[in-house]
């Protein structure tokens, strides 16, 4: 069999192991006897039409083990979407670099590239094989137990909730925490993994699945305020309201900006935090009439790429799909996107398989309704769903009478 070669690119917003990817795929091409040079895309699909390609084979492993825990993507990103033009210049690329494999590193829209560039390869008469290997701290890939990148940024978000909590308890007020989640509310549900006892925030957490008006935030708020004098609140960047139908950023203002697949543009604005915390303070009156001491926090990009406290099992997890992916390309003809299914909650164990690549893209799994309790908490069941991806968090103390 004559060798050919293939590319990788990375796609959509980075994670903090992104690049264990990226290496797992580097790491088993040089180990395969049916690809040849495998190139780096500079920001996905973009450096493909622009052939501006890092030849990945030969790369040292000790800096390859650096880029492996180094966040964000190391060959650069995209959220480029390619339509017909776009993939003929993506096929006039890999032709003139004797190009029959593509891996793409990414979330749904990334997916979604990946079958279009695959349909339309079929359609053309171009022999390629696409594989999508995935990446989200959103974790809303369909087929998908969970997604690399989740569990990192979810360790990132319940760490600096159980510390917002120490704050809270120090000075007492209403916190509000607003945390990436555009569609599917799973990053902002692990803010509950931060409790530690009955009386720790957060107190309340809203997702997008769980539609919210300020009648009923108002209500919680006071409810929680007025049982403990502290108020700690996680809520997702996509919560919506009831009424309106959309999200309440849109509601709030009517700019926002949206990429090439039509996703409005949440996590640039600390919009939402700002009006939930002037609801509090306009529309909210405290026992004995003081004035509320409110705060909001918009966490934004920090959360997804944070270095130096990724998850053990998420790191492994992301560079073993990479691998897996090379490993599926070793089947003539074979597309897809590479899977993990959860066999054992305990102990905690996987199993990695190819799904087509229209059963992953574009449209979003979400929070399964079990794992919400009252549209404002989350549920035992999705600690036991959460906990092994995130692994151990920082041990903190307190003395029994200040809990």
């Known amino acids: 069999m004559s060798k050919k070669n293939a590319v990788i690119g990375q796609s959509g917003g980075p994670t903090s192991v992104i690049n264990q990817s990226l290496v797992g795929v580097i790491e088993e091409v040089a180990k395969s006897s049916h690809i040849d040079e495998l190139f780096g895309a500079r920001h996905g699909v973009r450096g493909i039409i622009n052939e501006s390609f890092i030849p990945l084979k030969g790369q040292p492993g000790e800096l390859l083990e650096k880029i492996a825990i180094t966040p964000a993507a190391a060959l650069g990103s995209t959220r480029d979407k390619p339509d017909a033009e776009y993939c003929q210049k993506i096929f006039a ?22 079958r279009i560039v695959n349909e339309l390869a ?22 998908h137990d969970h997604c690399p990148g ?22 007492p007020g209403i916190k509000i925490d607003v945390i990436m989640g555009r569609n599917a509310g799973f990053l902002t549900a692990a803010s509950v993994l931060a409790r530690l006892h009955d009386e720790d925030g957060p107190h309340l957490i809203y997702v997008p699945e769980a539609p919210l008006s300020e009648e009923k935030f108002l ?7 007025s049982k403990r004098g502290r108020c700690l609140i996680a809520v997702s960047e996509g919560l919506m309201n009831p009424t309106t139908k959309k999200t309440w950023t849109e509601s709030l203002l009517t700019n926002l900006d ?101 059963t992953v893209a574009r449209e979003t799994k979400h929070l399964d309704p079990a794992f919400i309790a009252g549209g404002n908490n989350i549920t035992r069941a999705f600690i036991d769903y959460a906990a092994p991806l995130v692994g151990p968090l920082p041990v903190v103390g307190a003395f029994e009478e200040m809990r």
Not at 94 to 105: A, E, L, P, R
Not at 150 to 171: P, T
């Open 258 to 358: 949206k990429d090439a697949h039509g996703n409005v543009q949440l996590a640039g604005t600390g919009a939402l935090g700002d009006c939930m915390a002037n609801l509090c303070l306009t529309r909210l009156t405290p026992a004995g009439g003081k004035k509320l001491r409110v705060r909001a926090d918009t966490f934004g990009y920090l959360q997804r790429s944070f270095p130096g406290f990724l998850s053990e099992v998420d790191a492994n997890e992301a560079r073993e799909v990479g691998r897996a992916a090379v490993l599926h390309s070793k089947a003539k003809g074979v597309s897809g996107s590479v899977a993990m299914k959860r066999i054992s909650d305990s102990p905690y164990k996987i199993e990695l398989f190819l799904t087509p690549l229209e």
């Open 122 to 143: 079929k359609k053309e008469g171009y022999e390629l094989q696409v594989f999508h290997i995935p990446k989200t701290i959103d974790n809303d890939l369909r087929v």
């Open 93 to 114: 690329s890999f032709k003139k670099h004797d190009v029959h494999y593509f891996f793409y590193i990414g979330g749904n829209d990334s997916a979604d590239t990946a």
């Open 150 to 171: 989740f569990g990192s940024a979810a360790k990132f978000v319940a760490s600096a909730m159980r510390g917002d909590n120490f704050d809270n308890k120090s000075l």
């Open 219 to 225: 209500a919680d708020v006071d409810a929680v305020y």
